[in-house]
């Protein structure tokens, strides 16, 4: 079978792979009907998050017919339709069944202090390999597969995989309350949804911090304040549009590929920092492979955060659910200690939330297909990839589809 396979940084391709099989009764065979590319891939062609292992299979997002079962799969028949859950859990420890099904003590082969265990990550991760395939193993099917209603389409539930669960994850760790004054950095496919939970939990006003037009115009059309921070301080203008207070609640959807203002009255504190960033840089991806305008990693990993909290409100709640890899040690701590911010981060309980999103789309209540602005076709996956990671204007998020 065709799947995108990581063989180096800088060096992705579509493969002729073997065909998934049972590994244990808890497993499951899914023939894959949608998948997508997302910005966390791109940190592992990039060489921003790893070691990755080469022959990894990319992929976290998945939406298929299931073709086979395990003899302990106990809630899925062949033939059912589900959404795949992007992060891995048993449901039997103590960390699944309180909810934190991203710090599952049994998925990850490498033990229970490894930590999250998802598809197509890196080594630490497992690997498990991933979901931009024609067919896929899934650990725990009981638990990491949901099964789909049909009045919710595969373009609807490709964005209940990973992209939604996380946006709705991180307005939750904000604890935004009705009222609550909300910024979110970054305006891609997460942040997107960001804005949309922010709004679904009654926040008064909602920020949204970026670069990019065609981002930034579609937060504007869901209401969003937007704020270019090439054209304007973020720090400055947030501090401003809330009478000098701040926000109650930041939400960072970037995570380690940021990017300082480039132009703009930012630009200046951005080349006072520049050597700082550098060092940054090249201290958690030493080693890198651009192609052209491809796979570059971002140049101020610790940009979002420093940002972040000098913008908070004192006492304010910061929730990071952007990407960072564990050799990461940037944060601006004494800042954010001296104004007694609350700062919550982590993985996706995806499971604890895709049920509830499911719902969301059967009862019309939301249609995320919104946010979708590309769909291609596995045999095209390689250009998508490029023009993704290039940031082309209107490539919000890409959905893959069987070739």
Known sequence: MKAVVWHGIGDIRLDDVPEPTLQEPTDAIVRLTASAICGTDLHFIRGTVSPMVPGTILGHEGVGIVEQVGTDVRNLNIGDRVVIGSTIGCGMCAYCRAGYYSQCDKANPNGPDAGTSFFGGPKDSGPVQG???????????????????DEVSDDQAITISDIWPTAYFGADLADIKPGHTVAVFGCGPVGQFVIASAQSMGAGRIFAIDAIPSRLDMARRQGAETINFDQEDPVEALKRLTGGTGLDCVVDAVGVDAYHAHSGPAAEQAKQEEQT???????????????????????????????????????????????YPQTDQFFPIGAAMNKNLTIRMGNCNHRKYIPHLIDLVKNGTVDPTKVLTEIETMSEVLDAYKAFDERRPGWIKVELAPA
């Open 131 to 149: 979901l931009q395939a024609e067919k896929a193993r899934i650990p725990f099917a009981s638990v990491t597969c949901v099964k789909l209603p």
């Open 277 to 323: 960033f550098g060092e940054e840089v090249q201290k958690i991806a030493p080693e890198q492979h651009p192609d052209g305008k491809n796979w570059i990693p971002g140049n101020a990993p610790s940009q979002v955060a420093e940002w972040a909290v000098k913008a908070i409100a004192k006492a304010g709640t910061f929730a990071i659910i952007g990407v």
